[in-house]
């Protein structure tokens, strides 16, 4: 995760990535609501938050 992070810009995002694998291969909420949570969270970061969230989701889905 934090190679995926640090690929997008900055560590400091491994948890948005690690966020996404995880509801990625649970499937806690839908994947729309997850990035509505990030959006509202992370307004300023958005892009990059996105982005981390998706990267996240598809190495999760890889292990599906």
Do not use: D
């Not at 992070?5 to 900055?10: C, D, K, V």
């Not at 649970?26 to 981390?52: C, D, H, T, Y």
Request: a positive charge; proline letters at 2%; charged letters at 25%.
């Amino acid at each position: 995760a934090k190679e995926i992070a640090e690929s997008l810009g900055s560590s400091k995002i491994t948890n948005i990535v690690m966020l996404g694998f995880f509801n990625s291969i649970s499937g806690l909420v839908s994947k729309e609501a997850l990035q509505n949570a990030v959006r509202k969270r992370f307004p300023k970061f958005e892009k990059m938050n996105i982005g981390a969230m998706e990267a996240g989701y598809r190495e999760g889905a890889a292990y599906v």
